[in-house]
T-cell receptor, first 110, second 111 residues
Framework: QKEVEQNSGPLSVPEGAIASLNCTYS??????FFWYRQYSGKSPELIMF????GDKEDGRFTAQLNKASQYVSLLIRDSQPSDSATYLC??????????FGAGTTVTVRA | NAGVTQTPKFQVLKTGQSMTLQCAQD?????MYWYRQDPGMGLRLIYY???????DKGEVPNGYNVSRLNKREFSLRLESAAPSQTSVYFC??????????FGPGTRLTVT
């Protein structure tokens, strides 16, 4: 079983809609959870992190964490063409390492 | 600040050749990491260095060696390149309270 699993997509949404991305993880002791965005040919950049159960909002992005279900999600509201990218879910099972999912590719249709 | 820099940006090797990928960070971060990224596989950790003077294996260390030269620099060496090592390599760094910041990547092709 992979440590972090994501739907690979592609996820296609119309401009202005909500994009919903999901991620599950296997290490129940994980404490920190992250979403990175990666544009084609570029390096990953951190867009959200969440440590506690519940929702965390930052602009158009909302991260949701449910440790009991070992589930993390990212919502992108009012999706824009500039949100078209691959979104990587990452989980920290120990202090030094991050485990990454394979990523979900999002395409926002104008 | 330049952040995390990597050299070279692109490289083509023949099977059996060796090379070193260089990484440097100017953010005074303690921890540094080397990842490879292949289509459909996400980022896989090759080696990491939690602090200056220490290195540890990650998920896919076979065929690679690393050197943490000082706090700023962390190099990745391929002693005898194989086609299976064709990939995009990312270096990243992190300070205790912050998260990983990635360099621009090195695109390596082994023929």
């Amino acid at each position: 079983q992979k440590e972090v699993e994501q739907n690979s997509g592609p996820l296609s949404v119309p401009e202005g809609a909500i994009a919903s991305l999901n991620c599950t993880y296997s290490d129940r002791g994980s404490q920190s959870f992250f979403w990175y965005r990666q544009y084609s040919g570029k390096s990953p950049e951190l867009i959200m992190f969440i440590y506690s159960n519940g929702d965390k909002e930052d602009g158009r992005f909302t991260a949701q964490l449910n440790k009991a279900s070992q589930y993390v999600s990212l919502l992108i509201r009012d999706s824009q063409p500039s949100d078209s990218a691959t979104y990587l879910c990452a989980v920290r099972p120990n202090d030094y390492k991050l485990s990454f999912g394979a990523g979900t590719t999002v395409t926002v249709r104008a | 600040n330049a952040g995390v820099t990597q050299t070279p940006k692109f490289q083509v090797l023949k099977t059996g050749q060796s090379m070193t990928l260089q990484c440097a960070q100017d953010m005074n971060h303690n921890s540094m990491y080397w990842y490879r990224q292949d289509p459909g596989m996400g980022l896989r950790l090759i080696y990491y260095s939690a602090s200056e003077g220490t290195t540890d294996k990650g998920e896919v260390p076979n065929g690679y060696n690393v050197s943490r030269l000082n706090k700023r620099e962390f190099s990745l060496r391929l002693e005898s390149a194989a086609p299976s090592q064709t990939s995009v390599y990312f270096c990243a760094s992190r300070h205790r309270e912050y998260e990983q910041y990635f360099g621009p990547g090195t695109r390596l092709t082994v023929t």
